[in-house]
């Protein structure tokens, strides 16, 4: 692990990270299941976090037994009505839907002068930052447009440090899902997961919850981590 002097920016996660928004994600899946008949599950749930909108459905028709039974065109009109939910659930999201501790935390990442970006898949992030008050954070954003390649692929964190100007190695990935840190971890960053440890046992660091997502304890383990 680098050492923590050597960290200049911060790439963030936003679903389950920044703000419990995978909710309001989950919720709009669940319709869509049910319409297509597929049983909904936990499993199902915690497989679709971070995945792109695309590759959640195809997850939902292969749980389901019927990833061939729909051309692209009748898919890409399934994901846009899912999409079409979620943004009418999210009318009703406010700073209220901040994870505990974020707000701190992110001030505390300002005065320190660590730059920020977001890398998250949804094409709905900015809405969604906005909402919550925090687009002033992440002037830095990664377009998830302009990627070829989805989660658990480097591509999107390893983005996130160069439009951040640094190296990976420079660099601290924070996500809540198993492909998120996957993908941290294949760009070469330090990654700080959210979550069950047992999930994300791969994460160089582990919180439980976002309440322990500070900067004292990401230095902590950190210089644990170099004995």
Sequence with gaps: MVKFEDIKGFVFDLDGVIADTSVYHSKAWHQLADELGVAWSDDLAENLKGVGR????????????????????????????????????????????????????????????????LASASKNSPLVLEQLGLAKYFEKRVDPTTLKHGKPDPEIFA????????????????????????????????????????????????????????LANIKAAMEVGEH
């Design 54 to 117: 695309m590759d959640s459905l195809n997850l939902i028709l292969k749980t389901g037994g019927k990833e061939n039974a729909y051309t692209e065109e009748e898919k890409e009109k399934y994901a846009a009505k899912k999409n079409t939910n979620y943004l009418s659930l999210l009318k009703n999201m406010n700073a209220s839907a901040i994870l505990p501790g974020i707000s701190d935390f992110l001030k505390t990442l300002e005065e320190h002068d660590y730059r920020l970006s």
């Design 159 to 214: 983005r996130g440090a160069e439009v951040l100007g640094y190296k990976p190695e420079e660099c601290i990935g924070i996500e809540d899902a198993k492909v998120g840190v996957e993908s941290i971890n294949a760009a070469g960053e330090t990654s700080v997961g959210i979550g069950d440890p047992k999930i994300l046992h791969e994460a160089d660091i582990n919180f439980t919850d976002t309440t322990q997502l500070t």
